[in-house]
């Protein structure tokens, strides 16, 4: 179950850190607001990171928190238990059951939804920011991106492939990096796979690995799994007009995270930081 994303664990790493941080040093205070060296190591140790991404990272969370000050955004309670009915809904469990499922991990209540009112607060400062910079996307830029990644919507009718099996999922990662090693944990068997009697998730996996490349592994109940493409039969073309609501999709996140990225690159600019310590 994802129940925890970056951002809220961040913010539950930082909240346990802030105070027992100042006295092993300030790295860099931004706007008036300290970021500890005690801070910068243990968000780099908890989410496998250099310290710099980490530095990174946590001043881009004082700017998004100041932006949510400056713009007066709040959450509730009520948005909070909310929040949570949907998770609970996602993991098709009781509200209930979440909640206990929270205790037995060691999760306390209160701090959890602490850490939701946070994230809850960005979501809103990052829909404030979209709605503000976001330009449009123009049927030409659709039009562009199918014509540029066409090979995204190919619809085959059977797959030309080389299955690799193993129970050492290390050993396909060796193959992928030199093809003529032979690990012993790893069995091969040519097939040629019909799309239609293929499930979802190998059609999907399938349809976006090019011929001539290996597919990503796959793990398995008790084993791994990837192939290698020699090549698509019976290929034709997902209609531009049936593609355009996924290319939407695709465009609006792309250009969404860049507008979030330039606007807090442009107040990172402006504001006021002062590097006292370098993490090494």
Same mark, same amino acid.
């Given at each position: ?17 802030? !105070?027992?941080g ?30 710099k ?25 009520f ?5 949570? &009915? &949907? ?7 009781? *509200?209930f ?27 809103k ?6 709605r503000e ?6 049927? &030409? ?9 066409? /090979? ?6 059977s !797959? ?6 193993? /129970? ?9 990096k ?19 009697k ?10 976006r690995? &090019?011929?001539?490349?290996?597919s ?8 791994f799994?990837m !192939?290698?493409?020699? *090549?698509?039969?019976?290929v034709?073309?997902?209609? !531009? *007009?049936k ?22 690159e442009k ?12 993490p090494?």
């Open positions: 179950m994802k129940l925890f994303p970056r951002v809220l664990l961040a913010s539950a790493l930082i909240s346990s850190l802030s !105070f027992s100042l006295v092993n040093g300030v790295a860099i205070i931004i706007n008036k607001e300290p970021i500890t060296l005690y801070e910068v190591y243990k968000y780099a140790e908890h989410f496998k990171m250099t310290k991404e980490a530095l990174d990272l946590l001043v881009r969370q004082k700017l998004e928190d100041a932006e949510i000050k400056a713009q007066g955004i709040e959450a509730d309670l948005e909070v238990d909310n929040y949570i &009915k &949907k998770l609970a809904q996602n993991n098709g469990i009781s *509200e059951d979440f909640l206990k499922m929270l205790k037995s991990q060691n999760i306390e209540i209160e701090t959890y939804k602490n850490d939701l009112k946070s994230k809850i607060k960005r979501d400062l990052y829909q404030n920011i979209v910079k976001m330009q449009p996307i123009t049927d &030409k830029e659709l039009e562009d991106f199918y014509n540029a990644n066409k /090979s995204e919507f190919e619809v085959a009718t !797959f030309d492939v080389v299955a690799y099996h193993s /129970s050492n999922e290390e050993d396909l990662k060796t193959i992928i030199n093809p003529m090693a032979t690990p012993q944990s790893v069995t091969l068997k040519t097939e040629l796979l019909e799309n239609e293929l499930n979802p998730k190998l059609q999907s996996l399938l349809g690995t &090019k011929s001539g490349e290996f990503q592994i796959i793990k398995l109940e008790n084993s799994l !192939f290698y493409l020699k *090549e698509k039969q019976g034709s073309y997902i209609d !531009f *007009e593609a355009k609501s996924s290319i939407y999709s695709v465009l609006y996140q792309q250009q969404e995270q860049k507008v979030l990225s330039d606007y807090f107040a990172k600019s402006s504001a006021s930081i002062e590097v006292l310590r370098n090494s």
